[in-house]
């Protein structure tokens, strides 16, 4: 199929894959006064009164703003917010279809990061939470961090945490399937942008330690001091953490020895003598769309044990809709304040476990998108996880998920 055709031709039809629909019949004069003038002032009144009802009363409780600027949408890069739309209003129904979450895409005019900062936060009274989408690094950083502190509802970047959720329930089960534990794995990542920055945070809070992680970027390996590295906060924080020893050289000296090769970079960048180069049973992930790094069958041929991409058509595809609408699905219902490194943590351990033990293969080692139960079982744990992490801001369900 020509997806670019038919997609295309699809999107002229629906024009626009989301709409509003009512849940309050208005088809009386009683039921008119009741959804409207007068009997609207009541609600309004008692929010008043507690702001917290406006998420008993109104359908704050179960809707996610979906932000972008528009500038590093899919592999486009910066094409604007009107033209980030499409992808927008996907996102909205990947939260709808996959997470039963209402979203409402918001394309904000500017590259500003104050500005989208003031936006999303004098617009959080509306949302139960925030995903933030397709917005470049490093600006995506500071805007994520300035909003996590100035709102009381979750904020969350997909590109960065989604990713890292999905990629750390994929390396879980590859050290079941190698026997190798993570704290003694020397793990390469290959892009350092949003979401290899995560990935690394994550995997370290998995038990990865900081100082076996060799982070590059077109360069190559990333080191504490380095001076090409002024300027650029991110990468200058995380070589705080990583890559001790102050290695340096390309992306084939640093995967010489490693036992885990993560990409998020670029097309065709790794070889077949790289992969060879690497630790026995290598974990192999490259990840970037729609070419990744080095294709599966190349990489599986030089040596590697599990190999996952991005892509729907190869084994083990890191597909953020297994993360985000189970996320969301659990944050909103135990009316978190935040999405903690815990929550996280627990997202990725239910996709790992959901996979059993018997069916644990290779090519088999995160669920499928459409697996049965996947959104159930994600908004469990982010659930308990909510209250385990002090977040949560209702009465614990005892039933919640049964």
Not at 30 to 40: D, K, R
Not at 372 to 377: L, Q, S, T, Y
């Amino acid at each position: 199929m020509d997806y670019a055709k038919e997609s295309l031709k699809l999107h002229e039809e629906w024009k626009g894959k989301i709409e509003v629909i009512a849940r309050a019949k208005v088809d009386s004069k009683e039921a008119l006064s009741l959804a409207y003038t007068p009997g609207v002032a009541q609600p309004c009144l008692e929010i008043q009164k507690d702001i917290d009802k406006s998420y008993d009363l109104t359908r704050r409780w179960n809707t996610v703003a979906v932000v972008t600027d528009g500038t590093a949408v899919l592999g486009l890069g910066d094409i604007g917010p009107e033209a980030g739309m499409p992808v927008m209003e996907g996102k909205c129904v990947l939260f709808k279809e996959f997470g039963d979450v209402d979203a409402i895409p918001l394309c904000v005019r500017s590259k500003d990061v104050d500005e989208i900062v003031r936006t999303v936060e004098l617009l959080a009274g509306s949302f139960g939470g925030v995903n933030l989408e397709d917005i470049a690094a490093p600006r995506c950083f500071e805007i994520e961090r300035q909003l996590k502190e100035k709102c009381d509802i979750p904020i969350f970047h997909d590109d960065q945490h989604g990713t890292a959720v999905i990629c750390a329930a994929a390396i879980i089960n590859a050290m079941r399937l190698t026997g190798k534990k993570l704290e003694d794995c020397t793990a390469v990542m290959s892009g350092a942008g949003a979401a290899g920055v995560a990935i690394c945070k994550l995997l370290i809070s998995l038990g990865l330690k900081g100082e076996n992680v060799i982070m590059c970027d077109r360069k190559g390996m990333i080191c504490e001091g380095d001076p090409r590295l002024e300027g650029n906060a991110s990468k200058i924080e995380v070589s705080k953490f990583t890559n001790r020893a102050k290695r340096q050289g390309s992306l084939a000296d640093a995967m010489k020895g490693a036992d885990i090769f993560i990409g998020v970079s670029g097309p065709g960048i790794v070889s077949q003598a790289m992969v060879r180069s690497m630790n026995r049973d290598p974990i192999v992930l490259p990840m970037s769309n729609p070419t990744p790094e080095i294709m599966p069958d190349l990489a599986k041929e030089a040596g590697a044990a599990i190999v996952g991409t991005g892509r729907s058509d190869f084994p083990n595809q890191i597909n953020n809709v297994l993360c985000f609408p189970g996320l969301f699905r659990g944050a909103l219902d135990a009316r978190a304040s935040d999405i903690t490194e815990g929550m996280k943590i627990a997202a990725a351990y239910a996709l790992a476990d959901f996979i059993p033990a018997d069916q644990l293969t290779a090519d088999h080692i995160i669920p499928y998108a459409f697996d049965e139960g996947v959104k159930e079982a994600v908004s469990k744990a982010v659930y308990e996880a909510a209250f385990k992490d002090g977040v949560a801001r209702i009465a614990y369900d005892e039933n919640y998920g049964k």
